[in-house]
């Protein structure tokens, strides 16, 4: 769930702290160069408009592109959120507990209907990322495991076909 | 009014609502799918929320995960834009169902006029004259009977279809035994509903619809027409108004007619009527859209009135707040689809990176785009990319003003339609207002382009 | 009508002249300095020719290039846009003399309206209130006098000035007899000419100006009035109409009163009466601007009048061709001008590449500008990089529609004057309608910025 | 003087050809490789709209940038209009001519005032490259030169001073 940037105090407080998006790692790492780009074009601070988070906007500008893997995600792995809404931690879900590929780390709560948290590899839970109960989005990272065996990449809860779908009709 | 609304919807409609949700202090969370991120919408949004993956089953066709971002993000409302699920009744009450109103007609509505042979007959009772038709036919024997009384050529159509999908023409008994179970078999796969029904085959029509807007006490107004008669392959390029096709007194009596039998029948919100006009200038509706249309910028441009707000506005239950006498309309819009389509292999939708975009401006200039430099149109969805809206004080200055926006406009980096529009803008068939709704495919539009540069 | 116009201006004013070019049939040949080769104007023209290097005086400011080049490239007319030669009459005189329209009033017309004194005294005799003032004072002692008589603190004004430049207020006369001479030497080194006069010294002043039209056969209408009360150091950077400072009698009055003095007074061509109304909404008449207006935009929106066209229109000898009747005024209009201004450095102006450019678009938002993305900014000009006009029912509308349009303005790769705008926007001496010409100046940019940000 | 691309036949008849711009050595080199790219985007041919010189345009996109020095521009140096109007030679101006830096090479007639067409260089005429009488723009190339001596860089009759000067008022 991103959030536009709020009331930015000051050109250091740019909007790139301000979205939870940049927490992720998937989200481009010259992110924060572009918002203080940004910032310097407006360095007097946009101020609050209504109640704090007002139209306050990040922009295409800031635009977030996915990073080149590093080498250290060689070793991390993450499972992501495979639908919106709440999040239920599974009751065996710590920091340290061992997981095997495919086990469930939780569910998201769609409208009642629960959808699977699954482990995307065999690894070490190192952090979790939200809070029980917390709404998170489509394909937000839950859990960070470090991978047990040697082989490299990320994986994901998403990945579904992608049909081309009209939307305009007029 | 308001506080939140959640935008389940893409690209420019996605941007103007949420342009319309600045202007009213209304917050803007705007739903996209990984493949969306991008979007200029999702970018200015107040909150942008990830709901599925770029298959629209599973983003902008999901009701379970768009209820569930509204939930997410505290919305009061959800604004299905078009397309997608802007005129689905299950979506509608479901929306409902979770506390949350649904920007449109309410389910109830939705589901009065889902079926467009329904809405014939239920508006036919109101007063609009229709196309002699067919109800759903029975069987073949029923289908030739009712074909026999209408006189050849018919159109079978089938009843849940939309966007011209699914449609026949059949010019003897003898193509209409041919035709009936292919036309069931591809409704029944496009629409999961196989009936069909016929109309009567009108050669040469113009497309006017009527735009109106009618609040929960019933309180209704008419906003002027449109011509949508310049189409390819029934999808709709540019859209105009006033419609050159009728005379004002014409064009009065279509408008009156249409926003007293609408509201006769109990509609809600702001909705199109769609009628197809004759050689002779006789009209007959054919179907009505319950939803904001993608063409409204031409009736904003011409009245001053926001349709997006005044829709958001009814949806909160709010009255009108303005009568038939309060609007006024001047001069001429003409609205220019700018289409991501590959002239040089027929048009057909394409993808890529936007490298370069200069947009023109000026006097009786508008655009409409969630596109910028640097931004990956991606291939999922429909092709457009930005609607230019241009006005004059008539149809002529209009017309001149599009010649001079047109030329400015630069896209770089993928191919657009723009061609098709230069040379609408030239050609004597369109300057004397004499387009109709086939003739793009029955020339060619190759060949059309070709006709108008070397005359 | 012309055949060919030689465009005799720069940045967006050019680009506007172009398009009014191509609206009407008219092939645009723009002139540019070395400077100004990536312009969007010289960039669209149908022929663009080089005119001399970046310094004005060698470019836009010489008459025998400009001429030259109109006869090099066959042109018929020459528009000088606002600013430049756009008021010089000699330049007018010069033009006529090579059998070439000067589109503008004729050279002698300029000349009647040269001087500020003369012309005070002109439309005073066609009955308009001009401020309590001198005439060109002769000596000092003419000078003691005349401000005794006219009451302190008065202003002490340069005959041949403009824009704001060497005027002095003095509180008393020993303040009169030490600036006197300071401003003679500076007006003469600025204006190649001494002379100065005083006029009453009003505080707390508005500056609301009444746009006009007037063709060759007499015939004038006016096209309602601009408030420019938004200034910083006498230039104007915001710019709406209807003016919120007088009540819709007081408005008719005063564009009544200025159309009929101005068509008495034997005026030809659009111009702008520009009036100061002080606190209890009395007008004084200042003077006149011989030219279009870089917030003619602001009447275009509202009247839908074409102003560039009916500049070219009346200059090339026709009629009017619309009456009083005919102009009719929709809406709320706001024009912002987007300057390359530092705010960090007190908005003095800069210069660069603009390496990002998204423009606002959607309903009631006009764009002018000459830039793009990849253009360089040359230091060498005047900072404007274009014109946001926004239009709303009503003021408050257009507001809303300011602040999400100025929202979405995305510069960058040089600073922008968008700060000031956006606190504009956000102040309640803004949004209450109270702004008043010396206010930015009096609290200081940064101080109103910081005001509006932590109120 | 450069003009507007006027109706282009077809994609590969691209405006580069069409300006008078863009014989000069002084645009860019990228120009019709740019505006082949415009032509893709725009594959079918503008057509004329009036009498053949209509809004059919070049573009920002084709904007032309000075070409960095080449080595063959060593030697060779190119006198520029000191101003626009007709352009009259001087009477001993031919190719293989032998001139002094400094010398008249024609004048640009300016309104009725000539305006003096000089030789940067030392050199010898190598080619006149505008006809006689034939109308100008300031800083158009008029007369190639090879140059004599061994000094390098090109020269320009411009140069003034460039002072600020505001345009708009209001």
Redesign the interface.
Known sequence: ????AGPAGSSSDAPSGRRRGSDRGERSPDRSERAD??A????????D??NG????????????RREAESPEDRFRVIATSP????FRPGRELRRGARVREGDRLGTV???G?PQEVVAPADGIVMAILVEADE??????PLVELERASGTSGTSTA????????????? | MFDRILIANRGEIALRILRACRTMGIEAVVAYSEADRDTLAAQLADEAICIGPADARRSYLSAPALISAALATGCDAIHPGYGFLSEDAAFAEAVRAHDIVFVGPPADVLERFASKDATRRLLAAHGLPTIPGSGIVRDELDALEQAEAIGYPVLIKPSAGGGGKGMRMVRTPRELEGSLAVCRSEAKAAFGDDSVYLEKWLDENRHVEVQVAVDHFGRGVHLGERDCSVQRRHQKILEEAPTPALDPASRTELCERAIRAIVAAGYENVGTLEFLVDRDGRFYFIEINCRIQVEHPVTEVLTGIDMVATQIRIAAGEPLGFGQSDVTSRGHAIEFRINADDPEHDFRPSAGTIERLVVPGGPGVRWDGHVYAGYDVPPYYDSLLGKLVVWGADRTAAIARARAALDEMLIDGLPTNLAIHRALVESDVFVDGRMTTNLLDRVGPGAFLAGVAAP
Chains 1, 4 share one sequence.
């Open positions: 769930v991103r959030r536009a780009r940004a310097l074009t407006d360095p007097v601070a946009r101020h408009r209504s988070s007002g139209p306050t906007t990040a922009h295409p500008a800031r635009s977030p639908s919106v809404g709440p709560d769609l409208l209907v709404a998170v989005e489509y394909g937000q998403s990945g579904a076909g992608s049909t081309p779908a009209g939307a305009g009709e007029g």
